[in-house]
């Protein structure tokens, strides 16, 4: 199964507010349980705004200890969310002919998963924590979680 079909089937099963770790994992696919183990995405997080190393609201994440790496990610940024007034755009997931490269930063954490609600509340309604494919300078591609528009409170 494609990677990018694997995330989005991921996704569907994600409710409007709750991120991944509230899914059942027992219900998913064989192939979406060895999809989920081998990129274990409760310890990425994606940033392309506002909360990014060296922007306005770091200070908001700063006590999450972990590795930061960049990299790019597919999708694109729309004018939309409480970022824009800051002059950083929401990401929509769209259709590959649609994608563009996207500057990302990338935390890995353990201590993510104690912080998801904390993280979910600062986002606000606005925004909906799903998973996303990303690729790091190195080369090495994953997936993680990201906020993006809530399409669902458009």
Same mark, same amino acid.
């Given at each position: 199964?494609? @990677?990018?079909?694997?995330? &989005?089937?991921?996704?569907?099963?994600?409710?409007?507010?709750?991120? @991944? &770790?509230?899914?059942?994992?027992?219900?998913?696919? &064989?192939?979406? =349980?060895?999809? *989920?183990?081998?990129?274990?995405?409760?310890?990425?997080?994606?940033?392309?705004?506002?909360?990014?190393? !060296?922007?306005?609201?770091?200070?908001?994440?700063?006590? *999450?200890? !972990?590795?930061?790496?960049?990299?790019?990610?597919? #999708?694109?940024?729309?004018? /939309?969310?409480?970022?824009? $007034?800051? #002059?950083?755009?929401? @990401?929509?997931?769209?259709?590959?002919?649609? =994608?563009?490269?996207?500057?990302?930063?990338?935390?890995?954490?353990?201590?993510?998963?104690?912080?998801? %609600?904390?993280? $979910? &509340? @600062? /986002?606000?309604?606005?925004?909906?924590?799903?998973?996303?494919?990303?690729?790091?300078?190195?080369? /090495?591609?994953?997936?993680?979680?990201?906020?993006?528009?809530?399409? %669902?409170?458009?």
């Amino acid at each position: 199964m494609d @990677f990018d079909i694997i995330i &989005e089937k991921l996704n569907e099963k994600i409710s409007s507010r709750d991120g @991944f &770790e509230k899914i059942d994992i027992e219900k998913l696919s &064989e192939t979406e =349980q060895s999809f *989920i183990e081998k990129y274990n995405p409760n310890n990425t997080l994606i940033i392309y705004g506002t909360l990014a190393p !060296g922007r306005p609201n770091h200070f908001k994440i700063e006590h *999450i200890k !972990g590795v930061w790496k960049t990299g790019v990610l597919k #999708g694109k940024l729309v004018n /939309e969310g409480w970022g824009s $007034d800051l #002059g950083y755009f929401g @990401f929509r997931h769209t259709k590959t002919d649609e =994608q563009e490269n996207i500057e990302a930063f990338v935390l890995f954490s353990n201590d993510l998963i104690d912080n998801w %609600a904390y993280l $979910d &509340e @600062f /986002e606000g309604e606005g925004y909906r924590r799903l998973l996303a494919k990303y690729e790091l300078d190195n080369g /090495e591609i994953g997936i993680g979680n990201i906020y993006a528009i809530n399409q %669902a409170v458009d």
